[in-house]
């Protein structure tokens, strides 16, 4: 498995909390029970999904920072778990170059959101790109 499709998981994953607001196990073990996914991937998978999870609110902080005129609450679900999962790894994977994380998110947003959410998330990452580098 790529590193893109492990992204993918935990993208998905993340979407899912964003709705019941508590770690899924099950879920994260029906993913990670895949015979495709590679030792690597799931420690992936496990380390951004309750990274996202135990930095929540740091990470909500962060991107509404960033944006003019949007409560968290407000911006589309699979907009937020992009966001979510792109700041965690600016902030906390630093082996993970930023632009990459920026420009795999943007096509997790083009396969699961809307025509416009690219734009949107792409300017919201600019500004926490921003905030990390400084």
């Known amino acids: 498995m790529s590193r893109r499709i492990a992204r993918d998981s935990a993208y998905k994953l993340i979407?899912?909390?964003?709705?019941?607001?508590?770690?899924?196990?099950?879920?994260l073990d029906i993913v990670c029970a895949d015979s495709n996914i590679t030792q690597a991937d799931k420690n992936y998978i496990q380390t951004v999904y309750d990274g996202v999870i135990d930095h929540f609110d740091e990470l909500v902080e962060l991107i509404s920072s960033c944006t003019t005129g949007?409560?968290?609450?407000?911006?589309?679900?699979?907009?937020?778990?992009?966001l979510l999962l792109a700041a965690y790894e600016m902030k906390y994977m630093d082996d993970i170059p930023m632009p990459v994380s920026v420009s795999e998110v943007l096509e997790l947003v083009k396969s699961y959101s809307t025509e416009k959410s690219a734009a949107f998330v792409n300017g919201v990452l600019a500004g926490v790109y921003k905030k990390l580098e400084a």
Not at 15 to 27: I, N, Q, S, V, W
């Open 70 to 82: 949007f409560n968290p609450e407000r911006i589309f679900r699979p907009d937020l778990a992009a």
């Open 15 to 27: 979407f899912e909390y964003l709705f019941r607001k508590e770690r899924d196990g099950f879920t």
